[in-house]
């Protein structure tokens, strides 16, 4: 049995959080909201994020310092824009050895950091090396349900990952081990900007030519950026890259498809995230890729696409228009020169 500290009790740090309890570990669920903590403890239930019975046995807090008391593992699943937060507050605090896994996925604009990223920039004695990953197509409400899931978790340290690996797994929740962090980060990440327009093609009433279409091109986008900045390009058949991407774009579970058909439907961003109530990851990471592939000259046209739609309230079909009208090319032509060339280095 292991202490672990979830620290983020949204929906999949509260999935995850069942998970580990099944597996028999001391889950402590942490949250910023006193509120929130109390009413976990005393209704076993997280009423707001997921409408389903949590194990007695998680016990919830608001004090960070007493949720990673004497931890072995410390999980991170929190928004990426929260995460320097976070590590700068368990960066005062955290005064012994722990594996440190994170499950959020996205990239940091400006800075344009993956998430391991900025985790060891705040965290004094963690180096990128020792950080995890799990990524990988699963929607928290199946998960907290206890339907059969697959993943994988990703670390440098083949013994940090070992470990992940050993903490998670059982009979209804697989777990995969990798050391391609960048590309496991990377497919959690963009495939979040491709499900915003699947959810915007639906929400314009498209059928599911377009939508498979927008899919595999747009996985064509994330192994041309992933494999420009050192990701192994075999990564995104996998589970984090084209399993995760299926699940999100074609799921009314998935919150950046239905972002994106509200979008698609005429809905303003401001009024869609309302709506939503939780934090859309495909809004700053679509940001951050097209700001990367303007810098890099890399060709993302979807993503530029939907950076458009979000960002510069460009009409939907304006932008597939444009899509659909772009110069003749073969398909394949420059991403099999970027492998070519990241296997030549």
Same mark, same amino acid.
């Given at each position: 049995?292991? $202490?672990?500290?979830?620290?983020?009790?949204?929906?999949?740090?509260?999935?995850?959080?069942? +998970?580990?309890?099944?597996?028999? !570990?001391?889950?402590?669920?942490?949250?910023?909201?006193?509120?929130?903590?109390?009413?976990?403890?005393?209704?076993?239930?997280?009423?707001?994020?997921? &409408?389903?019975?949590?194990?007695?046995?998680?016990?919830?807090?608001? &004090?960070?310092?007493?949720?990673?008391?004497?931890?072995? =593992?410390?999980?991170? +699943?929190?928004?990426?824009?929260?995460?320097?937060?976070?590590?700068?507050?368990?960066?005062?605090?955290? @005064? !012994?050895?722990?594996?440190?896994?994170?499950?959020?996925?996205?990239? #940091?604009?400006?800075?344009? $950091?993956?998430?391991?990223?900025?985790?060891? &920039?705040?965290?004094?004695?963690?180096?990128?090396?020792?950080? =995890?990953?799990?990524?990988?197509?699963?929607?928290?409400?199946?998960?907290?349900?206890?339907?059969?899931?697959? +993943?994988?978790?990703?670390?440098?340290?083949?013994?940090?990952? $070992?470990?992940?690996?050993?903490?998670?797994?059982?009979?209804?929740?697989?777990?995969?081990?990798?050391?391609?962090?960048?590309?496991?980060?990377?497919?959690?990440?963009?495939?979040?900007?491709?499900?915003?327009?699947?959810?915007?093609?639906?929400?314009?009433?498209?059928?599911?030519?377009? @939508?498979?279409?927008?899919?595999?091109?747009?996985?064509?986008?994330?192994?041309?950026?992933?494999?420009?900045?050192?990701?192994?390009?075999?990564?995104?058949? *996998?589970?984090?890259?084209?399993?995760?991407?299926? =699940?999100?774009?074609?799921?009314?579970?998935?919150?950046?498809?239905?972002?994106?058909?509200?979008?698609?439907?005429?809905?303003?961003?401001?009024?869609?995230?309302?709506?939503?109530?939780?934090?859309?990851?495909? =809004?700053?990471?679509? #940001?951050?890729?097209?700001?990367?592939?303007?810098?890099?000259?890399?060709?993302?046209?979807?993503?530029? *696409?939907?950076?458009?739609?979000?960002?510069?309230?460009?009409?939907?079909?304006?932008? +597939?228009?444009?899509?659909?009208?772009?110069? @003749?090319?073969? &398909?394949?032509?420059?991403?099999?020169?970027?492998?070519?060339?990241?296997?030549?280095?």
């Amino acid at each position: 049995m292991k $202490k672990v500290a979830v620290l983020g009790a949204g929906s999949w740090g509260t999935a995850l959080s069942i +998970v580990l309890a099944d597996n028999g !570990h001391d889950v402590r669920l942490w949250t910023h909201r006193k509120e929130q903590a109390d009413s976990i403890n005393s209704t076993h239930k997280n009423e707001r994020y997921l &409408e389903i019975m949590i194990p007695e046995k998680i016990k919830a807090y608001h &004090e960070m310092d007493q949720a990673i008391k004497d931890a072995d =593992v410390i999980l991170l +699943v929190i928004p990426t824009k929260a995460i320097r937060d976070v590590c700068h507050e368990l960066n005062t605090i955290l @005064k !012994h050895d722990a594996v440190l896994i994170h499950a959020t996925k996205g990239i #940091e604009p400006g800075s344009l $950091k993956r998430v391991s990223q900025m985790i060891a &920039e705040e965290m004094d004695h963690y180096s990128y090396e020792d950080i =995890v990953v799990l990524s990988g197509p699963s929607h928290a409400e199946e998960v907290a349900q206890r339907q059969p899931t697959t +993943v994988t978790v990703a670390a440098i340290n083949d013994q940090n990952a $070992k470990v992940s690996q050993d903490l998670f797994i059982n009979e209804v929740f697989r777990v995969y081990t990798s050391n391609d962090v960048i590309g496991i980060e990377l497919g959690g990440a963009l495939k979040n900007i491709i499900a915003l327009g699947a959810g915007i093609s639906d929400g314009l009433g498209y059928g599911d030519n377009a @939508k498979a279409a927008l899919i595999t091109r747009g996985l064509a986008e994330i192994t041309r950026l992933g494999t420009y900045l050192g990701a192994n390009p075999l990564s995104f058949l *996998g589970l984090p890259g084209v399993g995760d991407l299926i =699940v999100t774009c074609t799921s009314v579970h998935s919150r950046n498809w239905r972002a994106g058909n509200l979008l698609g439907k005429g809905n303003p961003l401001e009024d869609v995230l309302e709506k939503m109530g939780m934090v859309v990851e495909g =809004v700053r990471t679509a #940001e951050a890729a097209y700001q990367f592939a303007k810098e890099e000259n890399i060709d993302m046209p979807i993503t530029a *696409g939907i950076y458009q739609i979000i960002h510069h309230n460009k009409k939907p079909k304006e932008v +597939v228009e444009q899509l659909m009208n772009r110069d @003749k090319r073969e &398909e394949m032509d420059d991403l099999a020169s970027l492998i070519k060339n990241r296997y030549a280095r």
